[in-house]
C-alpha cells in the first residue's frame, strides 16, 4: 500500500441478486445519488478478540441462514476473511481458510498482497486483485476468480484460485510499479473495471489515475480513462451498482465518487462526495484514515473501511488524551475502522 504525503458459483444461497440488483428490464442512468452518514457508524472492525489486520478489500455477498448480512473482507498481508452484522451493529469476523493446493500456489508470491474483492452479482463469481511486489512486480499482479468449497460463497474455505486473462499484457502491465498496481475491482453484466492505484514516485501521487475497461466475455481490454478531467487522484476500492455504473474511493482525497459510461464507454456522468473519517465514538475528533474499500448492501447501505496506514493512524497525545482506553487500544493495535452511509436515489 503506497500512500501520498497529501493523504490527507454460482451458489444457492446467492439470493441478493435478485432482491436488490438484478430482474431490470434495462438499465436506468436516470438517477443520482445522496449519502448521508449512518448515526451508528463509524464502528471498530473487531469480534471478541478476533481481529483483521490492513484489510484493503470488502464485498457483500448476502444474507446467511440466520438473516445476517455477510461480507468478504480481503487483508493484504494474505488473509480473507468472514463479516457477518446482525442487528446492523454486532460483529462476527471468522477467517476463511485455504486448501493446500491454494497454499502451494500463493507460495511463489513474494508477498501475498491482496488488494480488491468483489463479487459479480450476475454470476457469483468472487474476483481478487492481487498486487505484484518485487522482485518482479508484474510477474505477480494479476486478478483471480476464486472457488469456494461445494460452490458455496458463504463456505468457509477457498478451494482454487484462477488467473484472468487481461489483453493485451503489455497495456495491463503498463502502470505497474513495485507496490502499486490495481486497488480498484468491480463486474457488471459486461465489464470488469479496474482502477490503478495511482501514478507516483517515492510516495508520492499525482493528481489522476486510469481506469480500465475490460471485455469479462473475453478479457480485452476496451477503454483506458484518465482521471484527471473528473478530479480524482487515486483509486483503491470500486464497486459495480449497475450496468456501465462504479462507485468508488479516491483514497488520498477522503472523496467517494460515482460515474456511469455510456454505450462506447465513454464518461457520461460523474459526481463526487465528501466523506467524514470521525473517531468510533468520538463524532467530533478525526483522524488520518486510508480508507480502501467500498461496498453496497442489498438495503442500500454503502460501507467503506479503513486500511490503518501504520505511519499516521495513531493520532497525536493531544487526541489520544480525550479517548478512553479502549479506543486508544484499538489505534495502537491498528484495528480497521468501518463507516456506512444510506444511499437514497434522487431521479
Not at 44 to 64: E, H, P, R, V
Not at 176 to 204: M, R
Not at 319 to 326: A, F, K, T
Amino acid at each position: 500500500m503506497l500512500i501520498s504525503w497529501y493523504m490527507l458459483k454460482k451458489s444457492s444461497l446467492f439470493v441478493f441478486s435478485f432482491l436488490f440488483f438484478c430482474c431490470q428490464s434495462g438499465i436506468d442512468h436516470k438517477y443520482e445519488y445522496q449519502i448521508e452518514k449512518d448515526e451508528h457508524y463509524p464502528r471498530w472492525l473487531i469480534s471478541n478478540g478476533y481481529q483483521i489486520d490492513q484489510t484493503s478489500g470488502i464485498a457483500y455477498i448476502g444474507k446467511d441462514d440466520h438473516g445476517r448480512k455477510t461480507f468478504l473482507l480481503a487483508d493484504d498481508v494474505g488473509v480473507i476473511h468472514h463479516l457477518k452484522i446482525e442487528a446492523d451493529t454486532v460483529f462476527y469476523l471468522s477467517p476463511i481458510h485455504f486448501s493446500a493446493e491454494v497454499e502451494s500456489f500463493l507460495r511463489i508470491f513474494p508477498k501475498r498482497d491482496f488488494e480488491e474483492i468483489t463479487i459479480d452479482k450476475h454470476t457469483g463469481d468472487v474476483y481478487l486483485s492481487i498486487e505484484g511486489n518485487r522482485p518482479d512486480p508484474k510477474k505477480f499482479t494479476g486478478i483471480f476468480k476464486l472457488s469456494f468449497k461445494d460452490n458455496n460463497i458463504f463456505s468457509d474455505s477457498i478451494i482454487a484460485f484462477e488467473r484472468v486473462n487481461i489483453k493485451p499484457a503489455d497495456l495491463f502491465h503498463k502502470y505497474l510499479a513495485p507496490n502499486t498496481a490495481y486497488e480498484g475491482l468491480a463486474v457488471d453484466n459486461k465489464h470488469i473495471y479496474l482502477g490503478l492505484e495511482g501514478f507516483g514516485e517515492k510516495g508520492i501521487f499525482a493528481d489522476s489515475t486510469i481506469i480500465f475497461i475490460i471485455d469479462k466475455a473475453n478479457g480485452q481490454i476496451l477503454r483506458e480513462i484518465n482521471t484527471q478531467p473528473i478530479g480524482i487522484a487515486t483509486i483503491c476500492g470500486l464497486f459495480s451498482d449497475n450496468d456501465r455504473s462504479i462507485l468508488g474511493i479516491d483514497r488520498n482525497s477522503k472523496n467517494l465518487f460515482h460515474l456511469k459510461f455510456d454505450e462506447d464507454l465513454n464518461i457520461s456522468y460523474h459526481k463526487i462526495f465528501r466523506t467524514q473519517t470521525s473517531i468510533p465514538g468520538y463524532t467530533d475528533l478525526d483522524y488520518v484514515a486510508a480508507l480502501e474499500a467500498v461496498t453496497v448492501d442489498d438495503d442500500g447501505y454503502l460501507y467503506l473501511v479503513d486500511d490503518p496506514w501504520r505511519t499516521f493512524f495513531i493520532p497525536p497525545d493531544e487526541i489520544l488524551n480525550q479517548l478512553d482506553s479502549v479506543t486508544v487500544q484499538n489505534f495502537k493495535n491498528f484495528v480497521p475502522v468501518i463507516f456506512r452511509y444510506k444511499l437514497t436515489k434522487s431521479k
